[in-house]
């Protein structure tokens, strides 16, 4: 029997993405297992032949090659089955043309999860909001497997794909230059220095004429990271 505590299992931030076996449209799926070395976005939708989702899926298919240079692969989920998501991907690539993109074939994996048991796995099922359909969530795993942010949108609002990819790189960003990264930032910006770990260190970045860091405050610093540094990180 369904309890509470399965519709409402929330994996947080810094947990170990819950394992799963799954049918796709591309195969059978061992997650994260398969994707082991590479980030997930593991993404859910309320439904197939819905229009936002729709609009969502092209997009994350016309992207799909920004996100392979960010050796990152997507990794969809809706709660309907096989034959609907082929049928819907099918349309989808024959007859839908919207905001130029036409033609759209999506060949990263949408998980069938009829049985909603990856979606209650990673508390996609909000009842407030569905208590059938999955709400819009966003699951960012590292190549380690390790959830590193979560994003959820209402049924009603369609993601915004631009604030994705910026999440993308803003954490491969932090962890490879060990930064972390202030309110809007985009490559190029200056990125915050780890915070001062004592009083001689405080005293030496106030007391700093390095032009390539700048202190607001003793806890509060930042430095140049060039843009191209930022774009190094892309495999391709
Ligand atoms: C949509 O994708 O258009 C949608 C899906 C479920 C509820 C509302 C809208």
């Excluded at 409402?8 to 994260?32: C, H, V, W, Y």
């Excluded at 990856?118 to 190549?143: C, H, L, N």
Aim: hydrophobic share 40%.
């Amino acid at each position: 029997m369904e309890t509470q505590e399965q519709v409402l299992s929330m994996p947080r931030i810094g947990d170990k993405a819950p394992d799963f076996k799954a049918i796709t449209t591309q195969g059978e799926i061992n997650f994260p297992k398969d994707y082991e070395g590479k980030w997930v976005i593991l993404f859910s939708h309320p439904a197939d032949f819905t229009p936002v989702c729709t609009s969502e899926f092209m997009t994350f298919a016309s992207m799909q090659e920004e996100f392979e240079a960010l050796n990152t692969q997507l990794v969809g989920l809706s709660v309907d089955g096989l034959y609907s998501h082929i049928a819907w991907l099918r349309t989808i690539k024959e007859k839908i043309e919207y905001k130029g993109m036409k033609n759209i074939e999506v060949t990263f994996p949408l998980i069938e999860d009829i049985t909603m048991n990856v979606s209650k796995q990673y508390g996609m099922i909000q009842p407030g909001e569905s208590s059938t359909k999955a709400v819009r969530a966003v699951f960012f795993i590292d190549p380690k497997g390790v959830i590193r942010t979560i994003i959820y949108y209402p049924l009603s609002l369609g993601r915004n794909f631009d604030e994705l990819k910026r999440v993308l790189i803003g954490l491969q960003t932090a962890d490879a230059y060990e930064v972390a990264l202030p309110a809007d930032w985009r490559p190029g910006d200056d990125v915050i220095v780890p915070p001062a770990g004592s009083c001689g260190v405080a005293k030496e970045r106030m007391e700093s004429t390095d032009g390539e860091q700048t202190c607001y405050d003793w806890f509060f610093c930042t430095r140049k990271l060039a843009k191209e540094k930022v774009d190094a990180l892309r495999v391709k």
